[in-house]
């Protein structure tokens, strides 16, 4: 009888050891999900006012990110990244102004609006 209670308790004991190592990796899944949404979010939002993730980096005060093996030191082999020219009303969308243009912009533009509505002021 006794044996069979400590056999049972410990059997418990290993499910219950199991379910914790699935509820820990559940948990680390949804934190990792999170993230990417909180990361998401930022980088849009770092498109919608032209900054690049250097500049946010400064500004957050993070040291700058070191350049990889074999990376250029010049500046001026640095291509400057295009500005953002037009912004989505609801700040969703840009675009820079070269390649195509964006759906939201040309369904816009076919809705009667004007590539004017969405330029960004200097």
């Known amino acids: 009888m006794k044996n069979e209670s ?19 990796k559940e948990e680390v899944e949804e934190k990792r999900k999170e993230l990417i949404k909180i990361v998401n979010a930022f980088k849009s939002e770092l498109t919608v006012y032209g900054l690049t993730i ?39 969308g840009t675009w820079r102004g070269k390649g195509r243009k964006p759906k939201w912009l040309v369904e816009a533009i076919g809705n009667g609006a004007k590539l004017s509505d969405f330029a960004v002021s200097p």
């Open 6 to 24: 400590i056999l049972k308790l410990a059997k418990e004991k290993a499910e219950l050891a199991a379910r914790l190592i699935e509820i820990e």
């Open 54 to 92: 250097d500049e946010a980096a400064a500004l957050l005060g993070f040291p700058a990110f070191s350049k990889p093996v074999g990376s250029a030191s010049t500046a001026s082999s640095k291509k400057e990244a295009a500005k953002i020219t037009h912004v989505q009303r609801d700040g969703s």
